[in-house]
């Protein structure tokens, strides 16, 4: 059979119109443009409160809050209530159940990482032709190098390898063990001692942004700040006496000291987005800003968060703990500046990268077994989030198990023995005539954004901020009606209706409380064990001088020669 050239020419056109054309529109195929630039910055124990964008005036944040404005706030936006198990579900899109990241975090002197059977995000993206780096805090493993970012897919690492470390001296202190954690690649950078950790991140991060040659493929900066981490017990909360003395208005000295922390980190958030301007980078980027966990409050590790309205904090599975400050920015996003209530866990990041980076087809490369799922095209479009469930986590060792379906959230067991259950200042100032509106467009951020005409209107941004202030529902001030100890009931909580988890519906809804708790019996089953080991006295840094370092590549107990021709004595 014979087709005449018109007939091919119809069904040319045909295929073109509804098969090649709506591709194409939805930027899939054909795509000239170049693939954008990936930032993410990983802000490290920000409380819910501590950004100008929810609501709280006593922290000024410009930079941060001028992303948000123009870009999407995220505020059903899930992490895992400590730093390890939220770092490994950014790396690999999976539960920190299934990579046995569940329990607690990873010490300086345990002999495990991140397992290197795992694909990381840096390692897929490369793959599409991104160079990655890495500026600041690893904490996903260094006892030997082969878990460091260096050989992980990241190009250049300036940072630290354990979870906290001194702003000044770089030094960290575990379990009554203290040494330098400062690394430049797998270098010790004893050089940098004395300059502020937050100032070595970033400029660690606009050198890579300034040297970067986008003819020669696109960029994946991971930017994970030490900052608002507590620094060692000695001095927890380091940071330069101007900056304090700009935050007369915060009457609790702690706090003041956290907040310089949070406004250092905010200065590099403009920083890096000005870098991003001059090198012309800006237009053709996707910049997230998020948080790690919940934030500490009153005094929780030694610091001085706030989640407010939020109940719990840090390392607990209450919302203040698992409910982060987060932000995505870029003008790829079609519908932008507005609050989203898009249910978003961490470990959706990698698939939502790799669709943003490489289309639908790149998501056909994942490994197996990825919890996350991407989320592209519903910030794209403004569409429903595909993830119905977040499995908050599952730890059995504490004893303690929360996850959430649609707008139902179930938490069974809790840490520290309810300790931490309640809800903690400070609100920070509410009232929105406080918040300094001409700091935004003054801000690093807010000119590189007016440049791309992106700021919204001085209107739009109030409006926004009023979108973004969480409320309660006439919280009451005694506390918990859920005692959610290892032996009592599981609670039940509707977090649309009651964000700020005050009633307990465990009794008034049996049938979804059944439900939720087949769904983590389920969940359970497919659990991998905790990977948690004890610290090998090999690790102690007093065998390495005094440096956090990878001991498990050398063979100590043989006696063997190691940094140079120091004696090592066991
Ligand atoms: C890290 O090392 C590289 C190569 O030696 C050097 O160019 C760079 O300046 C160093 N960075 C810092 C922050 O010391
Ligand atoms: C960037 O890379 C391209 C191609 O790899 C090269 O031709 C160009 O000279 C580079 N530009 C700079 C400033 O190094
Ligand atoms: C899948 O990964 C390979 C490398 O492992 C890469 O070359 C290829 O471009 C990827 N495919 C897609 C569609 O992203
Ligand atoms: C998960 O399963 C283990 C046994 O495999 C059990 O010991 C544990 O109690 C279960 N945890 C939860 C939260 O159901
Ligand atoms: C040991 O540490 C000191 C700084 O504390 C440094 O100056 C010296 O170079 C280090 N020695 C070796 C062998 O790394």
Redesign the pocket.
């Known amino acids: 059979m014979r087709l005449n050239s018109d007939k091919f020419t119809m069904l040319f056109l045909w295929l073109f119109i509804f098969l090649i054309l709506p591709q194409f529109l939805k930027g899939e195929v054909g795509n000239s443009s170049p693939k954008p630039n990936i930032i993410f910055i990983l802000a490290d124990d920000l409380g819910f409160n501590d950004v100008g964008f929810h609501g709280s005036a006593q922290i000024p944040t410009p930079n941060i809050d001028a992303l948000a404005y123009s870009g999407i706030i995220l505020n059903r936006y899930y992490v895992t209530p400590i730093c390890t198990p939220s770092r490994s579900a950014l790396m690999t899109g999976k539960y920190p159940i299934h990579t046995g990241m569940q329990h607690a975090v990873l010490y300086a002197a345990e002999p495990r990482g991140l397992s290197l059977k795992e694909k990381i995000l840096p390692q897929y993206l490369n793959d599409l032709g991104y160079t990655s780096h890495i500026a600041g805090k690893w904490h996903l493993g260094h006892w030997k190098l082969k878990y460091t970012p260096l050989f992980r897919g990241f190009s250049s690492h300036v940072g630290f390898w354990s979870g906290h470390h001194d702003y000044n001296d770089h030094t960290a202190v575990e379990n009554d063990e203290w040494g330098l954690d400062m690394r430049n690649g797998t270098e010790v950078a004893y050089d940098l001692h004395g300059r502020y950790t937050t100032d070595v991140i970033t400029d660690h991060a606009v050198k890579v942004i300034a040297n970067h040659n986008t003819t020669s493929g696109p960029l994946f900066l991971y930017v994970a700040h030490a900052a608002c981490h507590s620094s060692n017990p000695y001095n927890p909360l380091p940071v330069p006496d101007n900056e304090v003395m700009k935050l007369g208005h915060i009457p609790h000295y702690k706090r003041r000291k956290f907040a310089a922390m949070v406004t250092k980190m905010d200065e590099s958030v403009g920083l890096i987005v000005d870098q991003l301007r001059k090198s012309n980078m800006l237009e053709n980027s996707i910049i997230i800003f998020s948080s790690d966990n919940g934030g500490p409050a009153q005094g929780f590790n030694l610091n001085f968060a706030s989640n407010y309205p939020l109940k719990g904090v840090k390392n607990t599975l209450w919302e203040g703990g698992v409910r982060a400050a987060g932000l995505i920015w870029s003008p790829l996003l079609k519908s932008r500046q507005r609050v989203s209530t898009q249910t978003i866990h961490i470990s959706d990041w990698l698939p939502t990268l790799l669709e943003a980076a490489g289309g639908a087809a790149a998501l056909s490369n994942l490994s197996k077994g990825i919890d996350g799922q991407s989320i592209w095209q519903a910030l794209v479009h403004d569409e429903p989030s595909p993830r119905l469930k977040v499995i908050h986590n599952?730890d059995?060792i504490w004893g303690s198990?929360g996850l959430s379906v649609g707008d139902w959230k179930l938490v069974?067991?809790t840490n520290y023995y309810g300790k931490w259950d309640g809800w903690y200042g400070p609100a920070g100032e509410r009232d929105p005539h406080l918040y300094d509106w001409q700091q935004i467009p003054k801000s690093r951020s807010g000119k590189a954004l007016n440049g791309l005409k992106m700021l919204p209107s001085q209107a739009e941004q109030q409006r926004l901020r009023a979108a973004a202030t969480v409320k309660c529902l006439g919280q009451s001030p005694q506390g918990s009606s859920c005692k959610a100890t290892a032996f009592s009931a599981p609670c039940l909580f509707n977090i649309h209706d009651d964000p700020c988890e005050q009633f307990n519906l465990a009794e008034q809804y049996p049938k979804v409380l059944k439900a939720l708790m087949e769904e983590?019996?389920y969940q359970?089953?497919t659990?991998v064990p905790p990977a948690n080991k004890p610290g090998d006295r090999r690790a102690s840094p007093k065998y390495w001088n005094y440096t956090w370092t990878n001991f498990g590549d050398y063979d100590l107990l043989n006696n063997k020669p190691v940094l140079g021709d120091l004696k090592v004595v066991l």
Do not use: E, H, T
Request: cysteine-free; proline content about 0%.
């Open positions: 599952i059995d198990a069974k067991g983590l019996k359970n089953s659990a």
